[in-house]
């Protein structure tokens, strides 16, 4: 859809998308501004990677305006929020896409310790929290009655329902944070809907090798997996999904009903 043909009332509704500078964030963050959508873009330390999205965004005839952030930090997560409410007072819909990906396994030469658990922790689990509850306040103060229900998008990972020993630390945190999208919307109903988006994979990570990460990408039932258009399509569709809260929504080809005894990157060469 172009934005100039959108309804006008859904051309001021806004979202900010965290990690928006780069990867799935960056797909997400472009595709809400063709559906017509206002975008803060969040960066850690993305800025021109994150300069380069806003400008694209506002390519497309929307307004977009670039927001640092450590993630790491409470009072900048807080900061964050204000500073995005302050210049989107229309904010409709949060995106944490943002997240820290390391390897750590308890049987390997790289075991989990207190740092790396705790780093993820805080980056996975405590921002998008942090900031979801923000988020609740905020459309709570607000109380406005409108056709569209303010949502919250959780990024998690299709292996939370396949599980395998790889990556702990991170899978812990994304578990976690799985566990928050039923708890919260039960909590922030019926001003704030909650829901999981759980991509396949999507994008090479880490030192995967393009080639291996297309044989990879094939590993699923259909054949294929998630693309980063595809997760970026199901994250404006439920934004607008009015009736959705509480669950996730697994777009992954099917890669999560496949059991896998390591990392799905490991299984390539």
């Excluded at 998308?17 to 803060?40: C, D, H, P, S, Y």
């Excluded at 990556?167 to 922030?188: C, H, I, Q, R």
Aim: net charge neutral.
């Amino acid at each position: 859809m172009n934005p100039s043909s959108a309804h006008p009332s859904e051309q001021k509704k806004a979202v900010l998308v965290t990690g928006a500078g780069k990867r799935l964030g960056r797909e997400i963050a472009l595709q809400f501004a063709r559906q017509g959508w206002q975008v803060a873009v969040h960066y850690g330390r993305s800025q021109q990677e994150a300069e380069k999205t806003v400008a694209e965004i506002q390519g497309l005839g929307m307004k977009s305006a670039a927001f640092q952030a450590d993630l790491s930090v409470e009072a900048a997560v807080s900061a964050l929020f204000t500073d995005v409410t302050q210049q989107f007072p229309n904010l409709s819909c949060l995106v944490n896409s943002a997240s820290i990906f390391e390897y750590d396994r308890a049987n390997s030469d790289a075991p989990l310790t207190g740092k790396s658990l705790l780093g993820h922790m805080q980056v996975n689990l405590l921002a998008p929290v942090l900031l979801a509850q923000l988020m609740f306040a905020y459309q709570k103060e607000k109380n406005q009655t409108s056709d569209s229900m303010p949502s919250v998008i959780q990024l998690l990972d299709q292996k939370l329902i396949n599980l395998n020993p790889d990556y702990l630390s991170y899978t812990l945190s994304k578990a976690a944070l799985a566990s928050s999208v039923e708890t919260l919307a039960k909590d922030f109903a019926p001003h704030l809907r909650v829901v999981g988006l759980a991509p396949g994979i999507s994008l090479p990570s880490g030192d995967q090798s393009q080639q291996g990460f297309e044989q990879a990408h094939k590993m699923t039932p259909l054949g294929q997996s998630s693309s980063p258009a595809d997760i970026a399509n199901a994250a404006v569709f439920l934004a607008n999904a009015n009736a959705i809260t509480g669950t996730t929504l697994y777009v992954d080809g099917g890669q999560h009903l496949l059991p896998s005894s390591r990392d799905v990157m490991f299984k390539t060469n």
